[in-house]
């Protein structure tokens, strides 16, 4: 199977976000195979994946998993918070109808 | 899920009050956002002391260890940093921007006397935590409403 990319690339889907007391959503273009994501501000930051399991990322800190998701919530118990978050894209592999290239 | 990284903060401005507040001037065009919001968003400054009074500000203390700052102003000021262990209200809520104001800051950390006259001693200070939440006023305890100030709150994580 040819590959035009190394098999750990992908697309980056970054953005800096502002969390609140309010759970919000941040939304992926596309599905993700990967996310980091790192508390610039200084609270707390809640994150979840599904709005019901919970986990915090300290201020200063960074957090990273092979998740594949296309959302994630977020919030802060009080005061704001700004993070960084990267999300790199779900790479679906070549169609085998694919031609590969000709080499010379 | 796995550990998170050791911190180490990039933002760690608390508080800041400011007078002349500094306008919002454009960014410059190809460069990050270093500050990440207009700084109007981050001066707390909103008018002049008048004498006798002051102004109050809350934040969560448990990211730091320390907090750290100076202050400056044309008069002198009583800047108190308190703590509160509490981690709900007397109605028994879990803290949040609606009700950290409201709890018992017992924990008095600092009470730094402010003189213009003695800027190099009086002008800093240097404090461990000792609560969940962060408590800092800064009052007027002088004769005029004030014209300058500038006073920054800052927590450290190490």
Not at chain 1, 58 to 74: I, K, N
Not at chain 1, 92 to 102: F, G, K, N, Q, V
Not at chain 2, 26 to 39: A, Q, S, T
Request: glycine share 6%; aromatic share 12%; with cysteine.
């Amino acid at each position: 199977m040819h590959l035009t990319l190394p098999t750990d690339a992908g697309e980056p889907l970054s953005a800096v976000v502002v969390a609140d007391a309010q759970v919000r959503c941040h939304e992926f273009t596309t599905r993700t195979r990967q996310v980091s994501l790192r508390n610039t501000g200084t609270n707390t930051l809640w994150l979840s994946f599904d709005k019901k399991a919970w986990f915090d990322v300290a201020c200063g800190t960074s957090w990273d998993d092979r998740v594949s998701v296309e959302e994630l919530w977020y919030c802060t118990q009080v005061g704001k918070t700004r993070f960084v978050v990267i999300g790199i894209a779900l790479l679906e592999p070549p169609s085998p109808e694919t031609p590969a290239p000709e080499e010379d | 899920m796995p550990m998170t990284h050791y911190p180490k903060t990039t933002d760690n401005l608390v508080f800041a009050w400011v007078q002349p507040a500094p306008p919002d001037a454009p960014m410059k065009e190809g460069m990050p956002d270093f500050l990440g919001r207009p700084y109007s968003e981050l001066n707390l400054f909103r008018e002049p002391i008048p004498p006798g009074e002051f102004v109050v500000a809350y934040h969560d203390a448990q990211p730091f260890t320390r907090f750290y700052g100076t202050c400056a102003c044309d008069q002198p000021l009583e800047v108190t940093i308190s703590f509160s262990n509490g981690d709900v209200d007397a109605d028994g809520i879990v803290v949040h921007d609606s009700n950290i104001a409201e709890l018992n800051y017992d924990g008095e950390a600092l009470k730094l006397l402010y003189d213009p006259a003695k800027q190099g001693p009086t002008g800093k200070f240097f404090v461990t935590i000792f609560g969940r939440f962060l408590r800092v006023e800064v009052k007027n305890v002088g004769e005029e409403p004030t014209t300058m100030l500038r006073a920054y709150v800052r927590g450290s994580v190490f």
